[in-house]
C-alpha cells in the first residue's frame, strides 16, 4: 500500500478499509532472490501482519487498527480511517504441511492468528487447501 494513494480515498471520504495479507508460496518462490524472507504462506502473513500494524501506526494522524466493531465504530467517529487487518493466503497455518489436519490445530492457528490481531479471513486464495477448492484451473 501507498500511503498517499490510502490518504487520498480518505481524503475522498473513505472510513473502512480491510487490508490483507496475500501471498501465493509458488510466485513467491519464483520472485525471490538471495537474502529474501522466508516464502512459505505463515512466515509471509505474519510478516506483512507485523508491517501492517506498524505502518498504520506511522500514519496515525489518519488511522487505527480496527480490533472490535466497537473500535470501528470510535475509529470512525474520530473521524480516521478504520483499518481491520486480514489474511488470504492459499494455506493458513501452512497447513498443507500438516497431515492429518485436526480441529484442535485448526483452532490453535485461528486463536493465533487473532492474537495478532486478524479480524478478516479468507481461507482459500489461488489454491486447493484442506477448506476447500478455488476451481481456478477448471471451467
Known sequence: MWVDWIRRSYDGGLRVMVALAVNN???A?????????????????DRQITELKAFVR???????????????????RAN?????????????GNFNRVSPLTDAE???EISRLFNEGV?????????????????TYQD
Do not use: C, Q, W
Not at 480511517?81 to 494455506?91: F, K, S
Open 29 to 45: 518462490e519464483m520472485t525471490a532472490g538471495p537474502g529474501d524472507f522466508a516464502t512459505d504462506d505463515k512466515s509471509s502473513a
Open 58 to 76: 506511522r500514519h496515525a494522524d489518519f488511522m487505527a487498527i480496527a480490533l472490535s466493531s466497537a473500535d470501528l465504530e470510535r475509529i470512525v
Open 119 to 135: 479480524r478478516y479471513i479468507f481461507p482459500i486464495h489461488l489454491l486447493d487447501n484442506p477448506f476447500g477448492g478455488t476451481a
Open 25 to 27: 508460496k509458488t510466485l
Open 80 to 92: 480516521k480511517l478504520a483499518v481491520i487487518p486480514g489474511v488470504e493466503i492459499d494455506n493458513i
Open 106 to 108: 485448526i483452532s490453535a
